[in-house]
């Protein structure tokens, strides 16, 4: 997995942290919900954090629910993330074709990053 600055991961496959800058084999790292730098680790130490419904709502994604499933969109954004049966992260789909599985936030990060060459932060309107 490739760690990124301004990425969301767990850390220690428990804490919810922020990387704030990454050199070499670590990183300094922001835990969520402090409001300073808390720690300077090596990379290996992070796992993915899994993509939910209130990770979207942070990032500013407008969500509907409906029969149990999850919509969610961005204003000016042509794709949605769908959450289907028995599946636990969120598809990717252009005019609903599915176009591929995203499980965890950092990958969302990395997509949006492709398409629209900036990154996803909280509130991120497009």
């Known amino acids: ?4 600055e301004n990425y969301f991961y767990k850390l220690d496959n428990s804490k919810e ?3 704030i800058w990454k050199k070499y084999d670590k990183a300094n ?13 090596d990379l290996d130490r992070f796992t993915g954090m899994p993509l939910t419904k209130e990770w979207l709502l942070k990032f500013g994604f407008f969500v509907v629910g409906m029969n149990g ?3 969610a969109t961005l204003p000016n954004f042509r794709y ?3 959450q289907v049966k028995d599946y636990d992260g969120f598809i990717l789909c252009e ?8 499980d965890y936030v950092h990958e969302l990060q990395d997509l949006f990053y492709v398409l ?7 509130s991120n309107a497009v």
């Open 1 to 4: 997995m490739k760690i990124q």
């Open 17 to 19: 942290v922020k990387v």
């Open 29 to 41: 790292i922001l835990e969520i919900g402090i409001e300073y730098p808390t720690a300077i680790v």
């Open 69 to 71: 499933l999850i919509e």
């Open 80 to 82: 949605t993330l769908n």
């Open 95 to 102: 005019n609903e074709n599915a176009l591929m599985y995203i």
């Open 116 to 122: 629209l060459k900036r990154d996803l932060l909280f």
